[in-house]
């Protein structure tokens, strides 16, 4: 479920979302659960993610009511092995994670991002360190039990002892799971119109990789296994939500601008809350797009998602069956053999067992090896 209101958009951003100018909450809520009730009533979903946006910023009467009412929809309450509520600092505070714990919420991710004074007034984020802190307590005390951190490096001109110096503070919080991101320079937002008028430089890419190498190795220390590029658990606490995105399960997206994936469909709602709004308002379904997606899109989004999974990678079972095709012997299997090759890829087990993932150095140049996997007609 996707709620995209913000204090302010941060500079980096790709996602819909909107600084909140005095849009009406309430109104809006009445629309995420109009959309339920239309397309997921009695689903009784596995995983439950409310992403934005920062859904944290709904105030805690307005957060109650949407999880109150979207488990009288959908009985999420009784069938989720794992509900996730993303919130900030600014927001997340006493009031609303009491709201989160008693609704079911029972996974918090808190968008920390760094601990620096000057970066955080870089990315336009409205907190400091002093309130990332404060927001891990309060999930605390609310009785949160499971917490995940959002931390990004690779800032212009990040020293390694630096981002070394944040990661560890993060650590010392004890966090059950921990998403560490490189910066990236994605079309659109107001970081990339910056890089590409000369007004900031992207950090190079030795860097980057100093900087990632020093993320798996420190986090490896205090006992956090890398299961993912950017994801890093204690044992048991991946988070199940984002395993069934890598894993290419069917999930349905409510909100503004929201995709769904079922049953071989992929679908994207109107991005605009008011338009968003209007749809619903009127009775009507708010996608924008829908489509049935050819089989050689699906395998390269099969790939995509699930090489980012450092030790399972991609099933080869589970690719024949919900595509129809073997990367072998697709249209991209010259590609495929290259890779191996190259020891940017390998393939392990037998049988149903099967699977092929990216080595450590393929990791590495994951987007560059996926570009070579993609259809002709994906490939820029």
């Not at 689903?43 to 859904?55: A, C, E, H």
């Not at 390694?160 to 937002?189: F, I, K, M, N």
């Not at 399960?249 to 909100?255: E, K, S």
Request: hydrophobic share 40%.
């Amino acid at each position: 479920m996707h709620l995209p209101f913000c204090v302010r958009k941060c500079r980096y951003c790709d996602f819909n979302s909107y600084a909140w100018t005095g849009q009406n909450l309430a109104r809006h809520v009445d629309a995420l659960l109009s959309e339920a009730r239309l397309r997921a009533a009695g689903l009784r979903p596995q995983t439950v993610f409310f992403g934005g946006g920062t859904p944290s910023f709904l105030p805690a009467p307005e957060l109650a009511r949407l999880l109150a009412e979207l488990d009288a929809i959908t009985g999420f309450r009784a069938s989720a092995r794992e509900v996730t509520l993303e919130a900030n600092p600014e927001s997340f505070d006493p009031a609303r994670a009491a709201a989160c714990a008693a609704g079911g919420v029972t996974r918090v991710s808190i968008g920390v991002q760094s601990l620096q004074a000057d970066v955080l007034q870089a990315y336009d984020r409205v907190h400091d360190a002093a309130g990332a802190r404060r927001a891990f307590d309060n999930a605390r005390a609310a009785g949160f039990r499971r917490v995940n951190c959002d931390l990004i490096f690779a800032f212009p001109g990040q020293d390694p002892a630096v981002w070394r110096q944040d990661l560890s503070a993060v650590l010392s919080w004890q966090p059950e799971h921990l998403s560490c991101y490189e910066l990236s320079y994605e079309p659109g937002t107001a970081l990339t119109r910056l890089r590409d008028a000369g007004r900031w430089t992207g950090e190079e890419s030795q860097r980057c990789r100093e900087l990632f190498d020093a993320t798996a190795a420190l986090t490896a220390e205090h006992g956090y296994g890398a299961y993912e590029v950017s994801a890093f658990a204690r044992a048991g606490e991946a988070s199940l939500h984002n395993l069934a995105y890598w894993r290419s399960l069917d999930y349905v997206g409510i909100g503004a601008g929201a995709a769904s994936w079922r049953h071989g469909e992929r679908r994207k709602n109107l991005e605009r809350p008011d338009a968003y709004e209007a749809a619903l308002a009127a009775g009507a379904d708010p996608a924008a797009e829908r489509e049935r997606t050819a089989a050689p899109t699906a395998l390269f989004d099969n790939l995509m998602m699930g090489l980012r999974l450092r030790e399972e990678g991609v099933s080869h079972a589970r690719l024949l069956a919900r595509t129809g095709l073997s990367p072998e012997t697709a249209d991209c299997a010259p590609a495929w053999r290259a890779l191996h090759e190259e020891g940017l890829l390998e393939t392990v087990g037998a049988g149903a067992g099967r699977r092929t993932r990216a080595t450590p150095r393929g990791l590495l140049f994951l987007d560059d090896l996926l570009v070579r996997l993609a259809p002709d007609a994906m490939q820029v």
